[in-house]
């Protein structure tokens, strides 16, 4: 019986790579740029700056500049506002991220799945300690000013979220996240 020959993991997996991909590329984009006059434009056009701000925090190649941005605007605004409104930006985000992932790399998802390591690390690991890790996991990164696409993707492969649940958990974690930012950057502008 002749060997069945392994295709290599970047071909396997083209989908991912080029996520991945658009990381790298983003970074090295962005890592230098001034962006003052999208500041001033952001502070003139109000609360839709900050929805907008809102969008681009939870996607990996504009969650640092909108991070920056939204620290930078937050005083020309009702911070209680502004952080509501950019949660609702950051929640249209995630929905497109959460729909887009659970329908176009599921197949990716489940294949990565039955890879050799990442069956040996489940091996090791109790099925309530790995949900638990998993929910954890998502909850740190979709709070946090990280690129949401692991969280997102994190319970978007998981068939027990629902697109309701993911909206609540993803408009409260991501409101938080901005808050924080808005807060402290009011706190140490003082």
């Given at each position: 019986m002749p060997k069945k020959q392994k295709s290599?993991?970047?071909f396997r997996y083209p989908k991912l790579l080029f996520?991945?991909?658009?990381?790298?590329?983003?970074?090295?984009?962005?890592?230098?740029?001034?962006?003052?006059?999208?500041?001033?434009?952001?502070?003139?056009t109000g609360y839709l700056g900050s929805f907008l701000l809102g969008i681009f925090f939870v996607y990996g190649f504009t969650a640092g500049p909108a991070t920056a941005l939204l620290l930078l605007t937050s005083g020309e605004q009702n911070i209680i506002i502004a952080g509501l409104v950019a949660g609702c930006g950051a929640l249209l985000g995630d929905l497109v991220i959460f729909r887009f992932i659970r329908h176009y790399f599921t197949d990716e998802i489940e294949s990565l799945g039955k890879e050799k390591i990442i069956n040996s690390?489940?091996?090791?690991?109790?099925?309530i300690v790995k949900k638990y890790l998993t929910l954890t996991s998502a909850v740190?990164?979709?709070?946090?000013?990280?690129?949401?696409e692991i969280g997102?993707?994190?319970?978007?492969?998981?068939?027990?979220?629902?697109?309701?649940?993911?909206?609540?958990?993803?408009?409260i974690l991501n409101t938080l996240g901005i808050f924080t930012i808005l807060f402290a950057s009011t706190y140490l502008s003082k």
């Amino acid at each position: 019986m002749p060997k069945k020959q392994k295709s290599n993991f970047l071909f396997r997996y083209p989908k991912l790579l080029f996520l991945l991909a658009t990381f790298v590329l983003a970074y090295i984009i962005f890592a230098e740029k001034d962006f003052l006059f999208l500041q001033e434009a952001l502070i003139a056009t109000g609360y839709l700056g900050s929805f907008l701000l809102g969008i681009f925090f939870v996607y990996g190649f504009t969650a640092g500049p909108a991070t920056a941005l939204l620290l930078l605007t937050s005083g020309e605004q009702n911070i209680i506002i502004a952080g509501l409104v950019a949660g609702c930006g950051a929640l249209l985000g995630d929905l497109v991220i959460f729909r887009f992932i659970r329908h176009y790399f599921t197949d990716e998802i489940e294949s990565l799945g039955k890879e050799k390591i990442i069956n040996s690390i489940g091996r090791f690991l109790p099925k309530i300690v790995k949900k638990y890790l998993t929910l954890t996991s998502a909850v740190i990164i979709i709070a946090s000013p990280l690129p949401d696409e692991i969280g997102v993707t994190l319970l978007a492969s998981s068939p027990i979220i629902s697109t309701k649940y993911f909206s609540i958990l993803s408009y409260i974690l991501n409101t938080l996240g901005i808050f924080t930012i808005l807060f402290a950057s009011t706190y140490l502008s003082k």
